[in-house]
């Protein structure tokens, strides 16, 4: 058995490492701020490209927020911070081949869960509220840009129900890496009728608080929605190798 190199750490790793655990034991709670540059460089005894470096490693991760001219302070925990540490590898993946099904898949399994979920736990006031959301989504019809942000407020919505910070977030990250589909699925003739028309199913099944029902809605949309824009795809493809 041939044993796998083991990969040395960089300085500003290993810096990053002990700010975490110094932040994860208390020593410095959201909203203090960290000690200074210079005195991080004695702490640890290492240069100051490390400790910035440090610095915005963890400002990747959201723990701390980095200023200019200012010592870094700590943050809470955000649900949209961890989120957003994915956004980056998200486009690459989504520009890999098959990489736009992949992610179809994945927020379809996100989804349907959610309007399960919701039918489960909703409230008369989040019914109330989704009802809206849907009148605002019938409204923008013939208004490309406007239906694309109301069909967005719709599912948000949903999303919301359950009251995980965890769920709006992964929401509002799966928007935005699957805004191409929205627009070019949304162009076709008769596109927003049909999305107005299975919403309107998913609200009567959270409505009536119908789990079985809510996740069916929503499958049979989501998919209705990938046919529209592979349709799409399909249709600019033929009209570019046309001569």
């Known amino acids: 058995m041939t044993p796998a190199p083991i990969r040395r750490r960089k300085l500003y790793e290993e810096v990053a490492d002990a700010i975490e655990r110094m932040i994860g034991e208390g020593r410095f709670a959201p909203g203090d701020h960290l000690p200074s540059e210079r005195e991080l460089m004695e702490t640890f005894g290492v240069g100051r490209s490390a ?15 980095v200023s200019s001219g200012e010592r870094s302070r700590v943050l809470a925990p955000s649900a949209k911070a961890l989120v957003g540490e994915l956004s980056g590898a998200a486009r690459r993946l989504l520009a890999q081949p098959g990489g736009v099904a992949r992610f179809q898949q994945a927020r379809a399994l996100f989804e349907i869960g959610l309007a399960r979920l919701a039918a489960q736990v909703a409230t008369e006031a989040d019914v109330v509220r989704l009802g809206a959301a849907l009148a605002a989504n019938r409204a923008s019809l013939g208004d ?100």
């Not at 910035?52 to 990747?60: D, F, G, I, T, V």
């Not at 809510?214 to 046309?242: D, N, R, S």
Request: proline share 4%.
């Open 51 to 65: 400790v910035r470096e440090a610095m915005l490693s963890l400002q990747r991760m959201g723990l701390v927020a």
């Open 144 to 243: 490309l840009q406007r239906f694309r942000d109301t069909d967005v407020a719709f599912h948000l919505a949903i999303a919301e129900i359950p009251r995980n910070p965890i769920f709006t977030s992964l929401h509002e990250a799966v928007v935005a890496w699957l805004t191409e589909q929205r627009t070019t699925s949304g162009r076709l003739p008769g596109a927003g009728e049909a999305a107005c028309a299975a919403h309107a199913r998913i609200l009567e099944a959270i409505a009536a608080r119908d789990p079985a029902a809510a996740e069916q809605a929503m499958q049979e949309h989501l998919e209705a929605v990938a046919a529209l824009y592979w349709k799409a795809q399909g249709e600019a493809a033929t009209a570019a190798a046309a001569p």
